[in-house]
T-cell receptor, first 113, second 113 residues
Framework: QQQVKQSPQSLIVQKGGISIINCAYENTAFDYFPWYQQFPGKGPALLIAIRPDVSEKKEGRFTISFNKSAKQFSLHIMDSQPGDSATYFCAAIAFFGNEKLTFGTGTRLTIIP | ETGVTQSPTHLIKTRGQQVTLRCSSQSGHNTVSWYQQALGQGPQFIFQYYREEENGRGNFPPRFSGLQFPNYSSELNVNALELDDSALYLC????????????FGPGTRLTVL
């Protein structure tokens, strides 16, 4: 059972545009929602994260929007750059649950000039 | 770089064999988690070790086992390999079980023929 659903599977955005990736979850025990960025041949790296008591978190060009009632959250990348081309994973964690970190299926983002 | 290393980088085995993958965590990190990432999918949680004791397990059969050593190294062992075990295996270290930041290694690519 997939506990974190992510869309789209792939995304092509023009340089300077806004990239938007969406995720939804079912398990209300999740209490932390990180986003990971993965380049080919590398492990995932933490990009930005949010707790459910906050509706938005911004770090540089990256913003997470969180809707607790809808159990949805999204990543916005402003002024997208070719160096942002990577696979992005949303994730959720229940600190006291048995399954520590649950990932979405990933979004392959390509930024074109 | 995250300071987490994994060996080997690539490995080819045949069905029915056994394999041991190794991970070296950041110094001082008491927790190591292992994930399986199939091609085009998000990482799936296998298990976590905290101070050399298993501290949570995902939906993987008992032929997946692990060890954590006092010198911040750990192992993932898989017995009776199956074709579906072909994947990228990632380890991630963190300070303790409640921290929200896991630092991933680059992974070991296992191919089962």
């Amino acid at each position: 059972q997939q506990q974190v659903k992510q869309s789209p599977q792939s995304l092509i955005v023009q340089k300077g545009g806004i990239s938007i990736i969406n995720c939804a979850y079912e398990n209300t025990a999740f209490d932390y929602f990180p986003w990971y960025q993965q380049f080919p041949g590398k492990g995932p790296a933490l990009l930005i994260a949010i707790r459910p008591d906050v509706s938005e978190k911004k770090e540089g060009r990256f913003t997470i929007s969180f809707n607790k009632s809808a159990k949805q959250f999204s990543l916005h990348i402003m002024d997208s750059q070719p160096g942002d081309s990577a696979t992005y994973f949303c994730a959720a964690i229940a600190f006291f649950g048995n399954e520590k970190l649950t990932f979405g299926t990933g979004t392959r983002l390509t930024i074109i000039p | 770089e995250t300071g987490v290393t994994q060996s080997p980088t690539h490995l080819i085995k045949t069905r029915g064999q056994q394999v041991t993958l190794r991970c070296s965590s950041q110094s001082g990190h008491n927790t190591v988690s292992w994930y399986q990432q199939a091609l085009g999918q998000g990482p799936q949680f296998i298990f976590q070790y905290y101070r050399e004791e298993e501290n949570g397990r995902g939906n993987f059969p008992p032929r997946f086992s692990g060890l954590q050593f006092p010198n911040y190294s750990s192992e993932l062992n898989v017995n009776a390999l199956e074709l579906d075990d072909s994947a990228l295996y990632l380890c991630a270290s963190s300070l303790d079980t409640s921290t929200d930041t896991q630092y991933f290694g680059p992974g070991t690519r296992l191919t089962v023929l």
